[in-house]
């Protein structure tokens, strides 16, 4: 009964690789999200997807592509892994609007090599 | 444009002691505020939010908050913390011109010792 869940919990990689994350939630939300934590802690919002519609998309490398099959679901799609990417990817997912929770996922720790 | 700054980067306290975490904000418009915290090795969780009304805002575990326009803060404090209460917390705001952008500030490491 997870609320938000994220596949895989652990990702090992080489550089130059392509990797996905996948997340999906069951709390009927139709808003979700993509966050990166940084080695400092620092937590900084990459994308925003609402009923399948991409929102929010903070000057990330094209090379990270998220989809939204459905309003359930948020997949992030890396390409040409580099070590700066190494860190951990938080999804989560809200009601529309400001003044809503945002509910998170346990987090995929990356690690590029 | 939102910004969030955490003022300490830790806070070490000793059991049954009371501890305030500070927060302060700046946005052009009327903010939500809201405080998470995140346990080693999992998610964020959250403690509380201010969305409007009353300026004291009362949260899980005994945590609380207050909202104050005039020196754009919001203080986390506890009367009386726990070992368990030992992890990150996040401060973070949104706005109604930013929609669900969410900004979070660097974060507060609070250790609690016996």
């Known amino acids: 009964d997870t609320a938000v869940s994220q596949t895989p919990k652990y990702l090992v990689t080489q550089m130059g690789n392509d990797k996905s994350i996948k997340c999906e939630q069951n709390?009927?939300?139709?808003?979700m999200y993509w966050y990166k934590q940084d080695s400092k802690k620092f937590l900084k919002i990459m994308f925003s997807?609402?009923?399948?519609?991409?929102?929010i998309n903070e000057t990330v490398p094209n090379r990270f592509s998220p989809k939204s099959p459905d309003k359930a679901h948020l997949n992030l799609h890396i390409n040409s892994l580099e070590l700066g990417d190494s860190a951990v990817y938080f999804c989560?997912?809200?009601?529309?609007?400001?003044?809503?929770?945002?509910?998170f996922g346990p987090g995929t720790r990356l690690l590029v090599l | 444009a939102q910004s969030v700054t955490q003022l300490d980067s830790q806070v070490p306290v000793f059991e049954e002691a009371p501890v305030e975490l500070r927060c302060n904000y700046s946005?052009?418009?009327?903010?939500?505020l809201f405080w998470y915290v995140q346990y080693p090795n999992q998610g964020l969780q959250l403690l509380l939010k201010?969305?409007?009304?009353?300026?004291l805002v009362k949260g899980i575990n005994g945590f609380e908050a207050e909202f104050n326009k005039s020196q754009t803060s919001f203080h986390l404090r506890k009367p009386s913390v726990h070992i368990s209460d030992t992890a990150e917390y996040f401060c973070?705001?949104?706005?109604?011109?930013?929609?669900?952008?969410?900004?979070f500030g660097a974060g507060t490491i609070l250790r609690v010792k016996s």
């Open positions: 997807y609402n009923n399948k519609e991409l929102i």
């Open positions: 946005s052009s418009v009327s903010v939500y």
């Open positions: 709390l009927g939300h139709d808003t």
């Open positions: 989560a997912s809200s009601h529309w609007g400001a003044k809503e929770t945002q509910y």
């Open positions: 201010y969305l409007s009304g009353s300026t």
């Open positions: 973070a705001v949104s706005d109604l011109k930013y929609g669900n952008k969410l900004v």
